[in-house]
């Protein structure tokens, strides 16, 4: 069975913190999304990365994939109550894997 | 992009009853997703939808009791038949944004069901 897991679960910052959310497998993927999701609403793509050790930054998100293309980080510099939501790795391998998700809470 | 619609948006149900949730696409897609999002897990593919075909369902899931309809290529219904508190979930309806395999999907807003 193929899993993902995310760490940390839940995350609770201050403003203007860093922080980085990690995804891990022991298989590889052809490609790895993650998304954002706030509460009430669906999951929104903010990222597909598909080479390894491919790096793709988005305002003050910096993804990673690894070199192995098994496992992707996420890094947030100067978070911002904005931020808040749940995060989830995702990653294809024929079907979508889904990580269990990293819970982040900004406070202002 | 694609524009998705769910409804109900959110239930409460009684045991023993069944719902049926209404995903409607803003243009023509071939396949449907259906996941499940339950309390503290992550999300979990229910059964893939094709028009004209029977639904394909993951390991754990049943047509019985997640009965699928697709009738055309922008419109697909989930019924969650006979509930039990345990199918408390959030029931997402989503679609492919990318090529096929490249796990990029759109998403509906989600039903958020609960069940006494």
């Known amino acids: 069975t193929q899993l993902l897991e995310q760490s940390p679960q839940f995350l609770s910052i201050q403003e203007g913190e860093n922080l980085t959310v990690y995804c891990n497998s022991s298989s590889v993927f052809s490609s790895l999304q993650w998304y954002r999701q706030e509460p009430g609403e669906g999951p929104v793509l903010l990222v597909t990365?598909?080479?390894?050790?491919e790096v793709k930054k988005l305002k003050r998100l910096t993804f990673q994939f690894g070199d192995a293309r098994k496992d992707s980080s996420l890094h947030i510099t100067a978070a911002q109550p904005g931020d808040t939501g749940l995060y989830l790795c995702?990653?294809?391998?024929?079907?979508?894997?889904f990580g269990q998700g990293t819970e982040l809470s900004v406070k202002p | 992009s694609a524009v998705i619609s769910q409804k109900p948006s959110r239930d409460i149900c009684q045991r023993g009853t069944s719902l049926t949730i209404q995903c409607q696409v803003d243009?023509?897609?071939?396949?449907m997703f259906w996941y499940r999002q339950q309390p503290g897990q992550s999300l979990t593919l229910i059964a893939t939808?094709?028009?004209?075909?029977?639904?394909?369902?993951e390991s754990g899931f049943v047509i019985d009791k997640f009965p699928i309809s697709r009738p055309n290529l922008t419109f697909s219904t989930l019924t969650v038949s006979n509930m039990s508190p345990e199918d408390s979930s959030i029931y997402l309806c989503s679609v492919s944004a990318g090529g096929p395999g490249t796990g990029e999907l759109f998403f509906g807003e989600g039903s958020r069901l609960t069940v006494l």
């Open positions: 243009s023509q897609v071939t396949m």
């Open positions: 939808a094709n028009q004209g075909s029977e639904a394909t369902y």
């Open positions: 995702a990653g294809a391998a024929g079907k979508l894997i």
């Open positions: 990365v598909v080479t390894g050790g």
